[in-house]
Nanobody
Framework: QVQLVESGGGLVQPGGSLRLSCAAS????????MGWYRQAPGKERELVAR????????YVADSVKGRFTISRAAAQNTVYLQMNNLKPEDTAVYYC???????????WGQGTQVTVSS
């Protein structure tokens, strides 16, 4: 089991930045992979970025490549999503996700709203 708590969402103007945080209830070193997904109104949930916690290998979706960065802070049991040059189409609820092991378990946070608007 792992509980995930997201924070850092909010309202930002186009071109602005936000950093989302996902705090895990246990050491992220014991979690194989963590990631960020988002879901805009009327759309399916989509993968934004994910990271293999051991080694730090990352994947970032093409739609946000060059603007978003995923990282981890093992000492804080936290994974971050740094979002720069935000666009209105980035508006969505952002969810943290954890897979403790390959093929075993899939956990979600409660989500945090990100709104990009002038």
């Amino acid at each position: 089991q792992v509980q995930l708590v997201e924070s850092g969402g909010g309202l930002v103007q186009p071109g602005g930045s936000l950093r989302l945080s996902c705090a895990a209830s246990r050491s992220i070193g014991s979690i194989w992979r963590m990631g960020w997904y988002r879901q805009a109104p009327g759309k399916e949930r989509e993968l934004v970025a994910r990271i293999i916690t051991d080694g730090g290998t990352t994947y970032v979706a093409d739609s946000v490549k060059g603007r978003f960065t995923i990282s981890r802070a093992a000492a804080q049991n936290t994974v971050y999503l740094q979002m720069n040059n935000l666009k209105p189409e980035d508006t969505a609820v952002y969810y943290c996700n954890a897979n403790p092991s390959v093929g075993g378990g899939n956990y979600w946070g409660q989500g945090t709203q990100v709104t990009v608007s002038s």
